[in-house]
């Protein structure tokens, strides 16, 4: 199955994917924004994307599963989740006439930027009133960005880390909910347009195994974070996604 890829490709690969599942379990965000740049080093970016289909699905519907407080979650997000549907449709849709290099550039740049405020003193908090309202907004965005790149994740995260009162395990099983609304219809996307072809769909679901194992490593470091550490290296993560924006736009 692997014949023509030599052995550090593979072993490499296999470590971005571990690595991407482990910041997944203990954050709940990192795949793809981490593992796909990573892969796209050996591998063609079409490829490293298609690659995490299967298991950015498996890893989001576990994550959802297992999270305490589900319905509640619902309840509280689902125009957000209504808002990644419809804009995941639409960027789909205008995916061959948009200008993806400026989208991501201005995308990467205001995640940059937000990340910054959020780490200094001036943060910018959602009240209560505007969590829905503002969940479609966002939402909406994050499916245009993602349909057009792959990148569903920063304007997420943005959102969430918006909310007051949001603790690190209801940041966990919101963002996994989120992500299921998006990543599902993406992944099927990719296998009606061809790019997840038979050999794609192989490799894609061998790399479950990696991201698996590093979520379950990752599941178990999340207790022994702290809710202000969590939040930096949530803050963190945003920094690497808009990088990951900027370094996709240049590729």
Known sequence: MFAGYEFWIIAWCF???GFGGFIKGA???????LTVPMMAIVLPPQMAIAIMAIPV????????????RSIAVVKRFWPAF?????????????????????????????????????GSSYRFHLSESLVKPAGGIFGLASGVIGGVSSFFGPMLVVYLISIRDLTKNQFVSSISFLYVSAVIPWAITLYLYGILDQKMLLFSVVATLPVT??????RRIRGSIGEDSFKILIIGILMVSGTSMLWRAFQ
């Open 15 to 17: 470590f971005a994917l």
């Open 27 to 33: 954050l709940g965000v990192g795949t793809p924004l």
């Open 57 to 68: 699905v498996v890893a989001n519907l576990w994550q959802f599963s297992e999270a305490d």
């Open 82 to 118: 209504i808002g990644v549907l419809i804009g995941t449709w639409i960027g789909v849709k205008i995916l061959s006439i948009i200008d993806e290099f400026t989208l991501l550039i201005v995308v990467g740049l205001a995640v940059i930027g937000f990340a910054i405020i959020q």
């Open 213 to 218: 194992l590093g979520l379950v490593i990752g």
